[in-house]
């Protein structure tokens, strides 16, 4: 595998599941960040990976929890959603933080019911 | 306050034709980092390009051009004889001292056969 995966690539779920959305980067890289894309919304940071410790929550709702056990492995726990969270989630990953390039996954695209 | 304008929403040519889509940013800092993002209908963004503030040199990729003006704080993007796999919509980001990416709304380039 090369650059940045995301598992799945779609997910149906109900209100009441719990799910996690997982991405992982093979690029040697020390940032992961969460990103949200809404349709006619420009795209969203919720949150920011800096070796392992979260350095940004975007107030974003407790709903979401993420996870980085490790600089190559971001998780994203779902409980709870809401309908209008359906959107496309996207993972990226930088060398550091600070001027670098974002590398992107391909998302998952979420559908809340 | 920072900000990236891309005032097309969606442009339609032919395949061959050459298309500019204008990329307009604000910002108070000196130093700063501008990029390109494509996002094919499969929904990965893909990397073009990162201009920091000081590299004023236009850039010539293939077939991809991008002219980079701070005297009307422009980063704009060309792409000469269109092909039909150009077809996406192209992001223009700005990030600044917060290292936050600050993201167009984007420009849905359509290139008909």
């Known amino acids: 595998e090369t650059g940045v995966t995301q598992t799945p690539r779609h997910l149906v779920m109900g209100m009441t599941n719990k799910k996690s959305l997982k991405c992982e980067q093979h690029?040697?890289?020390?940032?992961m960040y969460w990103y949200k894309q809404s349709a006619k919304k420009p795209l969203e940071l919720m949150f920011v990976?800096?070796?392992?410790?979260?350095?940004e929550n975007n107030s974003v709702p407790s709903r979401f929890s993420p996870e980085c056990p490790n600089s190559s492995h971001l998780f994203l726990h779902l409980h709870t959603l809401q309908p209008e969270d359906s959107a496309l989630y996207l993972c990226?990953?930088?060398?550091?933080?600070?001027?670098?390039?974002?590398?992107f996954g391909p998302g998952t695209r979420l559908l809340v019911l | 306050a920072q900000k990236v304008t891309q005032a097309q929403t969606e442009i339609s040519v032919v395949e061959k034709e050459d298309v500019t889509l204008d990329c307009v940013y604000e910002?108070?800092?000196?130093?700063?980092?501008l990029f390109w993002y494509k996002q094919p209908p499969s929904g990965e963004l893909v990397f073009l390009i990162r201009?920091?503030?000081?590299d004023e040199q236009n850039e010539i990729s293939g077939r991809y051009s991008w002219n980079f003006q701070k005297s009307t704080s422009s980063f704009n993007f060309t792409i000469t004889a269109s092909q039909v796999v150009d077809s996406a919509v192209y992001f223009c980001?700005?990030?600044?001292?917060?290292?936050?990416?600050?993201w167009g709304a984007g420009t849905k380039l359509i290139i008909k056969p």
């Open positions: 201009r920091n503030s000081f």
């Open positions: 990226a990953s930088s060398q550091e933080t600070v001027g670098e390039t974002q590398y």
């Open positions: 910002t108070r800092d000196t130093t700063y980092y």
């Open positions: 990976y800096n070796f392992k410790e979260q350095t």
């Open positions: 980001a700005l990030m600044d001292s917060n290292y936050q990416l600050i």
């Open positions: 690029l040697g890289h020390n940032a």
